[in-house]
């Protein structure tokens, strides 16, 4: 088998489900695994994925009358909440350094629920859908770009992976 390892120059890459794996895990291992990155890697892409669904979810619930709210005792709990929670557990976990990489996934969670609702936080009342919501946008924006800077130092994996799909070994 030609594993990513031993491709030599001019051998066609094996795109096959298993050749894609292989490489992708080699990559994986050679540049990110162990390594500070790794958690921030994670991190970012617990944000990015938390902020796609939440955006789809109450973009398609925006019209419905408790449309997949968490209502609590008629008080409706928004996500910031949630985001909260996730950020001081998150927190709690690194202060005995104990579960890496959830710890950096639960924050990744945490901080687009927040920052998804920071408009929420700055004027006290629900302004999601108002202009003023755009600053919830803002900040989303911000905070991605921020783990996306710290994620950036795994730019070899992400090298690998381009060469990859160009066919180059």
Known sequence: MSGPLVQREGEPVDRSIEGVRERLAAAYDRHIRGRPVEASSFATIAYFVTLVVVRAFTTATSGETQGGD???GGVHVHH???????????????LDEVF??????????GAALVLDEFALLVFLKDVYWLPEGLLSGFALAVGLLALAVN???GRPFIGDLVAHIRGRP
């Open 151 to 153: 994620a950036w130092r």
């Open 80 to 94: 910031l909440v949630f985001g909260i929670v996730a950020i001081l557990v998150a927190g709690v976990l690194a």
């Open 100 to 109: 890496r990489l959830p710890r950096a996934i639960l924050f990744g969670i």
């Open 70 to 72: 968490v209502v609590v």
